[in-house]
């Protein structure tokens, strides 16, 4: 293992070590300086961990991650490592592969895994389907304890894999109940699995959004979930851990929208700074277009300014205020919405909370600004004769501006996703463009009434 | 049940049923509708569930929901919904309670659960031990696999618990391997549990906080970790399905964060207004006294602005320029912190980064600015004489504008967890006002050399 370099990126052609080889770093060690390793150096400190810990490794890391490895070994090595994965996992390896890499790492498997893997990739990443693994414990209904257990065991044998909870099926592989593994252990052996196993079974189709499927696992606190078709047959589960990474995904999304960019498929520090431009430069255009109108709406109020310039000094303060209001709310109701807490219907109830909210917080806004402009008059006599004008001006402004952008920024998402938008991805630009010509409106046509005949 | 009232809250009394009790609904309707249930609607839709699935129901319930169905219910049965809880979900329902109903809920509990959740009420709620379940599976490492069957058979019937992994304990309690419950069942009766235990444990500490507990989870992709203490002494487990929760709870306040608002800590429709309000008048303020500041800049280019209105038009266009880039890269340096993707040390990474994005980011929109204002003037003669020179302001400004907001969105997070702030809390007030307040005076900055002569 050559010393971490901190200026390496994946980019990087393989290096050649800068320093001596120093003792083998351990699997946690390995995870912590990950996102800063080269590939060469990624596939030098996998190889030299402990057996033992490789394993385990390995399966932790992400697909593309598995897959830079897995490329970089030798053929015989490749096998046994491929193997390792279970069919969810090898078909998020495959899915991440090059076109013409897919069927020599397919080719790597045993036929059945084959079978199971290439069923998965026909199914959409971010459906219920796309976190299903094939491999579960089944059972018939009119087994005994001590029979179920023999046949647990054959299938454990057969197929490793961790058991939560073993399915119970008819003959046409309709789900009957599940019975959790652990019950197998304290029934007498005689019992039927009829009697014991539950009936009232929570399970989710495999067309079931990613996310939904999280959703009922928060609400439920089960830690497998079957999946089965519309005709009530078993097709495979889905378990907790696959969903916390779609959880953090999904909300790592969330927020790149919310920040106004494009969701990035990596870590931060591993795309490619042309991929990141191309993520970034399509919302800030589309904004900075939007924005322009800002300069067609200080246009129509051009000669006001002409004659009372003192007013273009409080643009900025109003348009950011109408902004960051219009942000809180959008913000709250994005979340709320993806939590499930606030649907479609409930529109309403978010207007009427947002009007009040959006009063509340201008009538703070106004009253600071207001004293701010009458004590910068009175102290250091800013702002010419009409400061007092001016200052009422300002606070009715921003009781205005501020509810608002509530109000628009409560509502836009609800909009979004009524016409088929994601309300996260879309809601950032047209609330920032919408208030801010709408606040400058507002502004200059307080001004206008409170200022003619003064200033005006 | 009484049909959904859409305009029931949780702070409304308790209410007169509006129309005739109809069909009891399914575990799912429930759970659908309840955001918009009543307290009284909530404990009358719950007392009607089908017995087989209330138990589900209410373990899959918020712990504050928990309480107040429980404080709903007549004494006896509050005894046996208590007893359902696993200790720690017990310790979460007692923690929502007021102080004086603690004891009475405490006193519900058999006494050796009651200890367990005693000591797990000590943990504070962010760290592994408030996630700690202390029932866990233990065997010895010289029992056979027969033998260890057995212990864990009586174990089981002493305390259900989900049993994922046993762990091999010696006389002082310290941990010496792991082995899956499967692997019981596949192994000969005979083998020695030492010789079949996996002895690289993966573990965490009780003072670990929760979201880097959740990383542990997304790294190892295991569904149960044992805390140890200082000592390498076993306290209790974590399992998965406690940590969705968890990190679907920390992005919920990492969004609002970065929305500018405090945390909230509960759905968006369940808060009551004046909390809500308090929740967002704090930020809001905040940022409305920053920006300011903007006043004050502007202040100071007050004669350049009234000898050339047509500066002016503009404000709006470059400081929101600046914001959305410094918006853009601060999101996504706190999202990738708060994955662990970036850590303090990469700071002169991403800073380089940055200023190359920011660079290209404003190259781009200094090329629709100009284009824009230079149609405009074709067109429709705006802008007087000297649009050329305005345009060619306008362009330059914008590059400085966006390189600046990108940089400063990028290192502010830096700089804020440097001295001990959350990066997520504190950053979008400062970014917005220092880069509103700075994009003020690169552009006036620009507009005095390219103009001076001509507009001013």
């Given at each position: 293992m050559t010393a971490m370099r901190s200026e390496s990126?994946?980019?990087?052609?393989p290096g050649v070590p800068l320093l001596p080889p120093s003792e083998p770093?351990?699997?946690?060690?390995?995870?912590?300086?990950?996102?800063?390793l080269s590939t060469s150096d990624r596939a030098e400190a996998f190889r030299l961990l402990p057996r033992d810990g490789a394993g385990d490794f390995f399966?932790?890391?992400?697909?593309?991650?598995q897959l830079d490895l897995l490329l970089g070994m030798p053929a015989a090595e490749q096998r046994t490592w491929m193997r390792l994965l279970a069919?969810?996992?090898?078909a998020d390896l495959v899915q991440a592969a090059k076109h013409e890499d897919r069927d020599r790492l397919l080719a790597l498997l045993d036929?059945?895994?084959?079978?199971?893997?290439?069923?998965?990739?026909?199914?959409?990443?971010?459906?219920?389907?796309?976190?299903?693994?094939?491999r579960y414990?089944?059972?018939?209904?009119?087994?005994?304890?001590?029979?179920?257990?023999?046949?647990?065991?054959?299938?454990?044998?057969?197929?490793?894999?961790?058991?939560?909870y073993a399915y119970v099926l008819d003959a046409e592989q309709r789900l009957l109940g599940v019975v959790p593994f652990w019950q197998l252990f304290i029934e007498p052996g005689s019992a039927r699995i009829r009697d014991i196993m539950k009936t009232d079974v929570v399970s989710v189709s495999e067309e079931m959004h990613e996310e939904q499927v999280a959703q009922k696992f928060g609400q439920h606190h089960l830690k497998a979930l079957p999946i089965v078709d519309a005709e009530g047959r078993m097709k495979g589960v889905v378990t907790v851990d696959d969903v916390v990474d779609v959880v953090r995904e999904a909300a790592t999304e969330d927020i790149q929208k919310i920040g106004g960019v494009e969701a990035l498929d990596g870590p931060y520090l591993e795309i490619s700074l042309p991929r990141m431009l191309k993520k970034r430069v399509g919302w800030l255009s589309a904004l900075f277009v939007g924005e322009m109108l800002t300069a067609t709406a200080m246009g129509y109020f051009e000669r006001e300014i002409a004659r009372a310039v003192v007013l273009a000094l409080f643009v900025p303060?109003?348009?950011?205020?109408?902004?960051?209001?219009?942000?809180?709310?959008?913000?709250?109701?994005?979340?709320?919405?993806?939590?499930?807490?606030?649907?479609?219907?409930d529109w309403w109830r978010v207007m009427r909370r947002e009007i009040l909210a959006g009063l509340g917080l201008g009538a703070v806004l106004s009253v600071i600004g207001f004293a701010r402009i009458m004590v910068w008059a009175t102290v250091f006599h800013a702002y010419g004769d009409h400061a007092t004008a001016v200052a009422i001006t300002v606070g009715l402004s921003l009781v205005g501006v501020v509810m608002w952008g509530s109000l628009?920024?409560?509502?836009?998402?609800?909009?979004?996703?009524?016409?088929?938008?994601?309300?996260?991805?879309?809601?950032a630009p047209f609330v920032a463009t919408l208030v801010d010509v709408s606040g400058l409106i507002i502004y200059f046509s307080v001004a206008a009434v409170i200022l003619r005949g003064r200033l005006l």
């Open positions: 990126s994946s980019s990087d052609p770093m351990s699997s946690d060690e390995v995870l912590d300086a990950w996102p800063v399966l932790g890391l992400r697909a593309a991650d069919p969810d996992d090898a036929d059945p895994t084959r079978r199971e893997v290439t069923a998965l990739m026909a199914h959409a990443e971010d459906r219920a389907g796309g976190l299903m693994d094939p414990a089944r059972l018939r209904a009119d087994m005994t304890v001590d029979e179920a257990v023999r046949y647990l065991r054959e299938q454990l044998r057969e197929r490793r894999h961790t058991l939560l303060l109003i348009i950011s205020s109408g902004g960051n209001s219009g942000s809180q709310a959008s913000t709250l109701v994005i979340r709320a919405m993806a939590l499930g807490e606030v649907r479609i219907r628009s920024g409560s509502m836009l998402p609800f909009l979004l996703r009524r016409i088929g938008f994601d309300p996260a991805s879309a809601c």
